[in-house]
Every structure is written in structure tokens, then in C-alpha cells.
């Protein structure tokens, strides 16, 4: 297995259960002998200090997100991956989104056939019921009504003044849209990724080994069969072969290394002089994502700073202009989640992962450090960005360009959102308590193009998917089927959010995570 993230980390542990098999799982980044080995700002669910620039916990990976605005875009490094490092937010697909996959014909995907697989993920401290799981590996709560009460009770109140229904639990099966506290998988005060639920707890099992910085560069093949992967390790190229090879490296870096092994495109691969095994046109198109306005927002209300708590409380989910949006506020500044004094720690990386970084992009960064964050989210957009090569060369990073906002229909629906935020923060309820968002007013609101162009210089993005997506072999675009098994090619699958047939219209480390488990149904021949 290559790839110790949310699907990688979740899809190994529940693999290595059967004694009969033997899993070997290669991570790039570093891997943690105990919890007490971590650093804190991967096991704190207040801090996303490691998706700053430099961080070692933190790929940093060169992107364009617009034509011309350049930043390094945060992936986990490290066990667990992503889900080491994000904001903890826990909320499932819905059920529509499922059965547009089952449409899609992923039949295998359809919303009855992954709840249980949902089920197993969690364990659900505040709501019991057949819709959620009892015994699974990660602890679901909402924060207590004494995290940020004054805001919260605002916002609530504000969005159902505004006609929005109260929605406590945003992954009950028939939850569609309302306001409700945000699902955060915490525990014990700890950010309960797939580090702590599943990979520590495994990694005691003989026939389970964990090698951590070793970066896997190329798919070994033999005809069409996928044999075993080339990685590098303590400096040392190594070839290790397996019965199956399962890549869960990342929507981004999962593209890179079929295509540098042969599989993509095969006009891309010839011209950068790769041997093509299998032409496949869908690896590293067809990148989504989920485009957010990040705006700052203030309040006359303190903002409590901890260690052991989440920096959500509440989401409002609606639907206009033909997608799913999101309003998420965050309630600490941005400041303290990042640990900015942590950056100036580490100069020189952090200055190197942000070569070639927008300088107004960083200019806007650094002035929010001091406010609060509002993420202003479509989640469903017609963009379409890619993943493609640089060169033949397997160490030469991809070159990835997401389009944001090219699509007309994306920019009509942010400002349908944007509308709808200012429209909140002009209630009686918050305007109370002093609740603003910065740089936002009456007259920008009522001008599109005012509204496109405030959107475009807070134009954000951090959950890419579809790179390499499941469907029959009779889709041109499709890269695996519905088990997630590379289109002709033997031994091989993809198994991380790259496989998504189209993006969820929830925020997608809940999905990601279900999927190593419903994978490792399949793999195991037992019924979903």
C-alpha cells in the first residue's frame, strides 16, 4: 500500500486484521512509534499549524489556483496524512451524493450499500441511533454550547431568522440542509484522524509494517499486471513486489505516479518519452475541488484560545444557483490555529515551499493572522483543473492547476453565497454582538463584478478529488471500476479521494475514511 492518509491509514488497519494477510504500507512522510512521539500541532484539533509552508508534516506541493496566483498547497506528510492535519470537520456525504454515484454505475456506492461502512468508521458520542455507529475506531462529538456561546447562538439565530431549518445532526441519512453543529472528530481533547483511530492501535500486529519517509516513485508492471513499486528509503532506491499494490497517495500525487509508471494519457506520456502500459485519458483530469472565499471576520466578542478544543461550531448547508453552499465560521484566529511564531521557527522552509508564492496572496494571509476565518463554500462547481507532468522523471513534482472559477456558472454561485453571508452578518443578531466581515459592504455586494473580484482574491481550496475516477469500463474518463481496480491494468487499485466519481457536497475526510473501509469489505469478499 502506498499512502498512509485518511483512506490509506483506515484501509491498511482494517486489512491486517486477517492474519492470513501481509500488509506493507509505505508513507513519504514520518511515522510515529506512539502518540506521544507526534507533534502537537498534529494531534491538537485546534491547530492547522502543520498545513503551513514549511512544516515537515506538510507537502506544500507548487499550485495555481488562477492563472497567475501561485501558493503551496497543504497535504498531509506523515501518518495519517491529511486527516493530521485539517480542521477536524466530520461530516458525510449525503445520500444524494452516493446515489449519483450508483448512477454513474458504481452501483457498489450507493448510500445503503456505505452506510454500514459509514457505521464502522465511528463511534458517535451524542446521537444513537441505526444511522450511526457505537464501536468504530473515531470519536464524533460537537463542541458543548459553552464553545464561543455568544457567536453561536448569534449565527443560529441569524440563519433562522433568515427561514433556514435547525439541523442537529448533520450526518442523520435525511439531513439535507439547515443550520447545526459541525461533527468534529475529536477525542479526548486530540484530533482523531487515522493516525490515532487506526494506525497506532495496528501497529502492533506482525503482519502489519509501517515504513515511514519512504516516498514511492514509480509502479513496477509486468505486461499489465502491477508487480510491486520502487521507493526510496534511508537514501536507497528499493523495489518492493506484492500480490496487489493499493495507491492512496492523494488526488494529487495518486495521477503523478500512474503516469509516470505508464499509465495516463498516452499522448502526455510520449511526450515526455514514458513508455505507455496503459492509455488511460482520465488520470490527473478532471480535478475538483471545493473553492472557498476565506474571508476574516471580527466581532466584539473575545476569542478563546485552546489547545484541546475545535474551532467549529456550526455550518449552514443550503442550496441556489444549482449547487450545494456552505457557510463555515471559524472561532478562533486564524493567528492562533496556524501558529504563525511556529513558521518563523523554520525560515528557511518555509521560504522555499513559498517560492514563486502570489505575493498578494501572502500579503492577505499574513494581514488576517489577527481575525477570525469565514469560509464561504460552493460545494459542487463545473471547473475543472488537472494534474499533469512536468517531466518523465518520477521526482520532479506534477505541475497542478485547479481553474478555479473559469466556469461562469462557479462565479454566479459565489455570489449567491457571498450575498447570503453578507445578508447574515447584517442581522439584528449579529450585528449585536458586533459581527462583521472584513472588507465586504453594501456596495460591493449589489456590483458582480465588485463581488467576482473580492471572491477571486480570497480564493482558497483544500479537498481535491476525481483525478483518477471510478467507473465502467465503457467511460472514457474512468480510470478505476466500481472495486476500485485500475481499467486494464492487473494487481493494481486506487483507494483516496482521486477515485471519486464527483466530488461530495460535504467537506470529504468522513467519505475518504469510509472508503478504506468499504474497500476493505470488498477485498475481504464479505457484503457491504
Known sequence: ???????????????????????????????????SHMPSALLSPSSIAAGAPGHPNNWAYPAELLPGMRLPYPRGKGLGGSSSINGCYFIRGTRADFDSWAEQGNEAWAFDRVLPSFKRVETDHDFKSDAHGNDGPVAIMREPLDRAPEFTSAFHSACKALGFDEEPDKNDPDAHRGVGPVPLNVADGLRAGTALAYLLPAAGRENLTILGDAPVLQI??????????????????????????????????????????????????????????????????????????????????PFTKYSDRGVLTSVLHWADEGSELEILPFVTKNGDMLS?????????????????????????????????????????????????????????????????????????????????????????????IGASINGLDAKTVKNDKAVDRWVAERINAGHPSCTCRMGPAGDPTAVVDQYLRVHGIEGLRVADTSAFPSIPTRGPNATAIMMGEHLAQMMAGQPS
Open 340 to 432: 504563525a511564531s511556529d513558521v518563523l521557527e523554520r525560515p528557511r522552509q518555509a521560504l522555499s515551499a513559498m517560492k514563486s508564492t502570489s505575493i498578494k496572496a501572502v500579503t492577505r494571509q499574513a494581514k488576517s493572522l489577527k481575525h477570525a476565518m469565514l469560509g464561504i463554500v460552493v460545494l459542487e462547481e463545473e471547473s475543472r483543473g488537472r494534474v499533469s507532468l512536468a517531466s518523465g522523471n518520477p521526482g520532479d513534482l506534477p505541475v497542478l492547476q485547479w481553474n478555479l472559477l473559469s466556469s461562469e456558472a462557479d462565479r454566479v454561485r459565489f455570489r449567491a453565497a457571498v450575498r447570503m453571508a453578507y445578508e447574515l452578518f447584517q442581522s439584528s443578531e449579529l450585528r449585536l
Open 220 to 301: 513496477v508492471t509486468t505486461g499489465q499486471r502491477a508487480v510491486g513499486v520502487v521507493a526510496t528509503v534511508d537514501s536507497t532506491t528499493r523495489t518492493f513486489y506484492a500480490d496487489e499494490i493499493v495507491l492512496s497517495a492523494g488526488a494529487l500525487r495518486t495521477p503523478h505516479l500512474l503516469m509516470v509508471s505508464g499509465i495516463g494519457p498516452a499522448d502526455e506520456l510520449r511526450k515526455h518519452n514514458i513508455d505507455v502500459v496503459q492509455d488511460l485519458p482520465g488520470v490527473g483530469m478532471n480535478l475538483t475541488d471545493h473553492p472557498m472565499a476565506s474571508a476574516a471576520w471580527d466581532s466584539n466578542i
Open 1 to 35: 500500500m502506498v499512502g498512509a492518509g485518511s483512506t490509506g491509514g483506515a484501509l491498511a488497519a482494517r486489512l491486517s486484521e486477517d492474519p492470513s494477510r501481509s500488509v506493507l504500507l509505505l508513507e513519504g512522510g514520518p511515522v510515529y512509534a506512539s502518540a
